[in-house]
């Protein structure tokens, strides 16, 4: 009886299905790498600064310096780079080279256009002798004589690699140097100056002498031989010599300043102490004495410092008697020689006032007490003035009470102006040899107008005593009477005052205009008052 197997599968263990995870589709216009922000931090705004720094350039270059003998920091650092550079072969057809390339494109068009023809020329002929054009023409083969090989000629072109750059840099020690120093003045400048000028005049005048002396027929030598004797004979007189009066001058200021060495030691650094205690009130201390003789029993009459040289001054000599009028004086000292004038002129008449001139030094305007305005050089040796008025050129008739110089005219002349007693307010240009007078202003006696012809008369002008000139308006000046008014006049508009102040009793001394502010002035009187007036 056959039996069956039953054979029987055994279960498999029942496996839990995976739970299936969705994914997000993969943005990939988002980069990983990015932030995720909030809709409030994408709204924000965030400023960005872009500079033109390069953050790889190098901070800390250093250079050696010759100057300082030292490595210093450069400042400047190089910040351009260059991303992307192509040399190109564009040619501009304004240039030299683009007006060739043109030429030669149209030669070539042109040689082209030629062969055409020519070769449409030969068809036309072949055509009408019924013969047949050639296979090949000659010209095909024709040797281009531009190229250097006529025979044989290959171009052949091949590419390497290109060679690396190497850079080497070698440090090396700053070559030795020395300090040389000297102490050198400008008077010994100026000395070097004059003789190497000095030597380079002798030069061309022996060279000029020499070649004279050989267009003569002479010897060079022993006509300069015979040129230099009698010099050194007349040269002989040393003591008399213009060299010698100069060393002699120079000493005496060195021994005059030993002598008056503590009176300038006082002018430097003296001071008192017991201003200190002084309320309003101060110390002054008398240091030169300025005296000569020929200046005796005569009055200071004008003090004028020189603008050039602070050291020196002139001082006028007259007298204010008018019963004890005679000649006058003109000194000028120097704070380096108190002992006695450097120069010295003398005047018929008493002198009232004098000027320096603020851009040459050498000039000096001069008023008398007869009413002759004068112009002095001390440069000149001689005691006469260069330029002087008289009653031809309509001089003043009373005492000149100031001079003052001005800028130059529209001529270019030098040209100064004088106040007198005899009402007239002059201009004095200083043209060729004379001067010649413009009067500027007629002083008339304030309310003369109101008054009858005969009072008039009788009245006359009113005398001046003293003017100045705004230094911010040329044209503007003021003038002091003799009856205590002071009148703000324009050398544009003389027919009458642009303005009378009236607040003084007596004659009017002195005016100056103040040299910072330009609508203020003070005045001096009689009356023992000084005033400080502002105009507008």
């Known amino acids: 009886m056959a039996m069956r197997r039953s054979t029987r599968r055994k279960k498999e263990p029942e496996v839990a299905p995976e739970p299936v995870i969705q994914e997000d589709p993969i943005d990939y216009s988002k980069p990983k790498d990015q ?25 800390n270059r ?34 030299e080279e683009g007006k060739t390339q043109m030429e030669l494109e149209k030669a070539r068009e042109a040689e082209k256009e030629e062969k055409a023809q020519a070769k449409f020329e030969k068809e ?26 006529q025979f044989d000629f290959a171009e052949r072109a091949s590419q390497t690699f290109n060679l690396t750059l190497r850079e080497r840099v070698m440090s090396t020690e700053p070559p030795p140097s020395s300090t040389v120093v000297g102490n050198v003045n400008q008077a010994e400048i100026y000395d070097t100056y004059i003789r190497e000028i000095e030597r380079q005049n002798y030069l061309k005048e022996k060279a000029e002498r020499e070649k004279l002396a050989q267009k003569e027929g002479r010897d060079p030598k022993k006509a300069e031989a015979e040129r230099v004797a009698p010099v050194q004979e007349k040269s002989e007189d040393v003591v008399h010599s213009a060299a010698m009066s100069r060393s002699l001058k120079i000493i005496e200021r060195m021994v005059m300043q030993n002598f008056y060495d503590e009176i300038t030691m ?53 007298s204010y008697d008018f019963l004890k009028q005679g000649a006058g004086l003109i000194c000028c000292f120097t704070l380096k020689n108190p002992s006695h004038p450097e120069y010295c002129f003398s005047t018929e008449s008493g002198v009232m006032c004098l000027d320096f001139h603020p851009q040459h030094p050498s000039l000096i305007a001069v008023g008398c007490y007869d009413g002759t305005v004068m112009v002095y050089d001390v440069r000149m040796k001689v005691n006469r003035p260069m330029y002087f008025s008289t009653i031809k050129k ?104 642009l303005e009378t102040y009236e607040d003084h009793h007596m004659s009017i001394y002195a005016v100056k205009w103040n040299p910072f502010v330009e609508h203020v002035f003070m005045s001096a009187s009689a009356d023992w008052t000084v005033k400080i007036w502002v105009h507008r």
């Open 394 to 497: 309509r001089k003043h008739t009373d005492p000149v009470w100031q001079v003052i110089w001005q800028d130059e005219d529209i001529g270019k002349n030098l040209n100064f102006y004088s106040i007198s007693s005899d009402g007239r307010v002059t201009n004095w240009a200083m043209i060729k040899n004379e001067l010649e007078p413009t009067d500027i202003m007629i002083l008339q006696v304030t309310g003369q107008k109101d008054r009858d012809d005969e009072d008039t008369s009788l009245t006359g002008l009113a005398g001046g005593t003293c003017l100045d000139f705004n230094p911010y308006s040329a044209h503007l000046f003021v003038l002091g009477t003799e009856e205590g008014k002071i009148h703000k006049c324009s050398k544009a508009y003389n027919s009458q005052y």
């Open 124 to 149: 036309l002929m072949a055509k009408d002798s019924g013969e047949g054009l050639p296979e090949f023409d000659d010209a095909d083969f024709a040797l281009d004589l531009r190229i250097r090989n």
């Open 266 to 318: 006082d002018y430097k650094y003296w001071n008192d102490d017991a201003d200190a205690y002084k309320e309003g009130e101060g110390s002054l201390l008398p240091l030169w004495k300025f005296y000569n003789d020929r200046a005796r029993r005569k009055h200071v009459t004008a003090l004028s410092w020189n603008s050039h040289y602070p050291d020196m001054f002139a001082a006028g000599y007259g």
């Open 62 to 95: 250093a250079e050696f310096s010759y100057k300082e003998k030292a490595f210093k920091v450069s400042e400047v650092i190089q910040h351009t780079m260059f991303h992307f550079k192509f040399d190109g072969w564009l040619l501009e057809k304004k240039t």
């Open 35 to 59: 932030l995720d922000l909030t809709e409030e931090q994408k709204d924000m705004d965030i400023p960005r600064c872009l500079s033109a720094a390069n953050p790889n350039a190098p901070l």
